[in-house]
């Protein structure tokens, strides 16, 4: 809770800014943001992201509420060993004392085991016997405020039993339920957690893979705000000095020139651009591990997409048949490979109307209907919307020149804009060895070298029909874990980062817009000031479009940092403050 009328009226200005109402700071309508951050697992624990989009919103429950004492069942509800009741807030004692009579006070931070009683029954009502009670004092608490937990059977009766009492303790203050997300706003209000924590606790309940719980693991150190905060207090103190030059010029006398200064605050402003952009191509990398990697199979018809997805998902996915144009529609499965998450889309064959041999097609002319169409119009979008792109092709027989290697022109250069792509030869066991190796060097030299982006990949030869040999005494029968290890490799390379890189897989989708507004104000800033180079070393006021120069440029860090300070939930907050702080220390402003 709040230690002091200051740090009160310092909050009440923060909010007023934000236009937060229940604090009696200012009038007219409000702008209350609230998302789940994971689920009904978020519920459980009492988080809530207090996040939207690039704009700083904090949900708040008028200011009394503050007062209140919260409770819940932090653990999922259900038959369980163990249920843990978490209690937070001002009256965490007495509801303490209302469960346990006539017993000592707890030792901070040490397990007890307690028989907890209904409050009013004098003993006669045992709610739960040897129940675990810890006790963790404000301020190093979850929330910053007193944290009471309770461990208790995880029965559903017994859970319920002891939720039903708790607010009848009798308590100077409310007692009430959590709402959702409280116990973190509270953590984020008492300045335990900033709001790049938050979005890390949001990313941790949410994981499902390993790549996305290391990501979310590293944002929670709270190194991403603390690199935020410095870039702020950098650009704050640049625009005290710049507005102190403004503002003072006439009864102060300043060592640097306002070139200079011009030219000291640049290129500060140059290396915290430099880091933003760093910090925004890292964010491209963690949203691969969030999202998940986009995979699609792309191919003529009948080359084995729909047998070569079915393998890799475990499952019949897609329908496996003879006849062409079998797939119609995006055929899309979600799965976890080696702690990647992946989606794979099964997509239409591409043909055209007419079988010849230019684009790698072979057989009698076909009509192609209306839904094929679609189909194939559907594959084209969703290729352009993938990360990774496998061109299957297949060797085939029963041809008049031989066998040949069947693909399709169009779909390897849709691939070729994709970033990641393989090349993938199907039913490898159709011909000899020797046969296969001739056709595939064909197939590199005839096709592959004529596609920009395809000279040096070398094609993956499998074999659909021998995966599914189950009695095959090989390792990998067919060959399709050599596609899967190409495909690790792929997303290593897509969402890797330097050791000394590895806490910017924190940074989030908003962080990332945040940043991009902020290099936008920054980028602002060095037209404004002619990249640092006014052309003048007259003192300040002696030049007016010098002056008006740095009166836009300063306006440009103003919103800049705001920016960075909407990251970590700072915003504006003591923004004037800071910079007359700022002021008065440098200068000495009134000596």
């Not at 041809?399 to 691939?415: F, H, K, M, S």
């Not at 004529?450 to 390792?475: H, R, T, Y």
Request: net charge negative.
């Amino acid at each position: 809770m709040y230690r002091g009328t200051k740090r009160c009226v310092d909050t009440c200005l923060r909010w007023s800014r934000y236009g937060i109402l229940g604090i009696g700071i200012r009038s007219g309508p409000s702008r209350l943001a609230r998302r789940s951050i994971a689920s009904s697992a978020a519920s459980s624990f009492g988080y809530n992201n207090l996040i939207q989009d690039g704009s700083l919103t904090r949900y708040q429950t008028p200011i009394q509420q503050r007062d209140d004492t919260i409770y819940a069942l932090s653990t999922a509800g259900g038959k369980a060993g163990i249920a843990v009741i978490r209690i937070s807030g001002p009256s965490c004692k007495s509801i303490y004392n209302g469960l346990c009579p006539s017993k000592p006070d707890l030792k901070p931070r040490y397990a007890t085991i307690r028989t907890l009683y209904h409050p009013g029954s004098n003993g006669s009502n045992i709610l739960d016997a040897e129940a675990l009670v810890l006790f963790f004092p404000n301020p190093k608490t979850v929330t910053g405020d007193d944290v009471l937990e309770l461990h208790v059977h995880g029965g559903s009766a017994t859970v319920k039993a002891v939720l039903s009492a708790i607010p009848r303790c009798v308590a100077g203050g409310s007692i009430r339920y959590a709402e959702p997300g409280e116990f973190t706003k509270r953590a984020f209000l008492n300045d335990r957690l900033d709001l790049a924590q938050v979005e890390a606790l949001s990313e941790t309940l949410s994981a499902e893979t390993e790549q996305q719980r290391r990501a979310a693991v590293r944002g929670s150190s709270g190194s991403l705000g603390r690199s935020y905060e410095d870039w702020r207090q950098k650009l704050l103190q640049a625009r005290a000095e710049m507005e102190a030059l403004i503002d003072f010029s006439e009864d102060q006398h300043f060592d640097e020139s306002p070139a200079s200064l011009l030219r000291n605050v640049t290129q500060q402003v140059r290396e915290i651009l430099q880091s933003i952009r760093v910090h925004e191509e890292a964010s491209e990398r963690s949203e691969l591990l969030r999202n998940g990697i986009k995979i699609a199979l792309l191919g003529p018809p009948n080359v084995g997409k729909s047998s070569f997805m079915n393998y890799v998902v475990g499952r019949e996915a897609s329908i496996v048949s003879r006849e062409s144009g079998t797939t119609r529609d995006i055929i899309e499965a979600n799965l976890d490979i080696r702690g990647y998450l992946c989606t794979f889309a099964d997509t239409a064959g591409f043909r055209t109307a007419v079988g010849n041999g230019d684009n790698g097609s072979y057989g009698p002319e076909v009509k192609i209907g209306a839904i094929e169409e679609e189909g194939i119009r559907r594959a084209r979008v969703k290729a352009t919307q993938s990360d990774v792109i496998i061109v299957l092709t297949s060797v085939e027989t029963g041809i008049a020149n031989g066998p040949q290697i069947r693909y399709d022109l169009e779909t390897l250069g849709i691939a070729a804009d994709c970033k990641e792509r393989l090349v993938v030869v199907n039913k490898r066991d159709a011909v000899s060895g020797g046969e296969l190796d001739a056709l595939v060097g064909r197939f590199k030299r005839d096709v592959l070298s004529g596609v920009e982006g395809f000279e040096n990949v070398q094609p993956i030869l499998i074999s659909c029909k021998e995966a599914q040999d189950l009695g095959s005494d090989q390792k990998d029968p067919g060959g399709l874990r050599v596609v899967v290890e190409h495909l690790v490799s792929s997303f290593m390379d897509m969402s890797s980062l330097p050791a000394t890189l590895q806490d910017l897989h924190g940074v989030t989708e908003r962080q990332r817009q945040l940043l991009v507004n902020c290099r936008g104000h920054l980028e602002n800033y060095l037209e404004s000031v002619g990249h640092g180079e006014l052309g003048y070393e007259d003192p300040l006021g002696e030049t007016r479009e010098g002056e008006a120069d740095i009166t836009v440029a300063a306006e440009h860090l103003r919103h800049a940092a705001n920016k960075l300070g909407r990251i970590t939930g700072r915003g504006e907050v003591g923004d004037v403050e800071e910079i007359l702080g700022v002021i008065f220390e440098k200068f000495c402003v009134g000596k």
